[in-house]
C-alpha cells in the first residue's frame, strides 16, 4: 500500500507518446494510473515529449480525462 498521503506528479511514461506504441496502449495506461490515484494525480508526461512524439496524443489524452470527468 502506497498511503493516502502519496500524490503522483506526471506518471505517463514519454515511450507511450511514440509512434509505435499503440493508441489502446496509452488509453489503457492513462485509465489505470487515473483510477489507482484518484484524488492524489497530477498527471503529465515523465520526462520530455520527445521529438518523434505523436503531438496528437497529447491531445487524446486530455480529451480521455475530460470522457472520464477528470479533465
Same mark, same amino acid.
Given at each position: %500500500?502506497?498511503? #493516502?498521503?502519496?500524490?503522483?506528479? #506526471? ?7 511514440? !509512434?509505435?506504441?499503440?493508441? #489502446?496502449?496509452?488509453? &489503457?495506461?492513462?485509465? +489505470? ?6 484524488? +492524489? ?8 515529449? !520527445? !521529438?518523434? %512524439? #505523436?503531438?496528437? +496524443?497529447? &491531445? ?6 475530460? &470522457?472520464?470527468?477528470?479533465?
Amino acid at each position: %500500500a502506497l498511503g #493516502d498521503e502519496m500524490v503522483i506528479l #506526471d506518471g505517463i511514461p514519454y515511450l507511450l507518446f511514440l !509512434p509505435h506504441v499503440s493508441v #489502446d496502449v496509452l488509453e &489503457k495506461f492513462v485509465k +489505470r494510473i487515473v483510477e489507482l490515484f484518484e484524488g +492524489r494525480l497530477i498527471l503529465g508526461i515523465s520526462d520530455e515529449l !520527445p !521529438p518523434p %512524439a #505523436d503531438v496528437k +496524443r497529447v &491531445k487524446l489524452v486530455s480529451r480521455l480525462l475530460e &470522457k472520464l470527468g477528470k479533465g
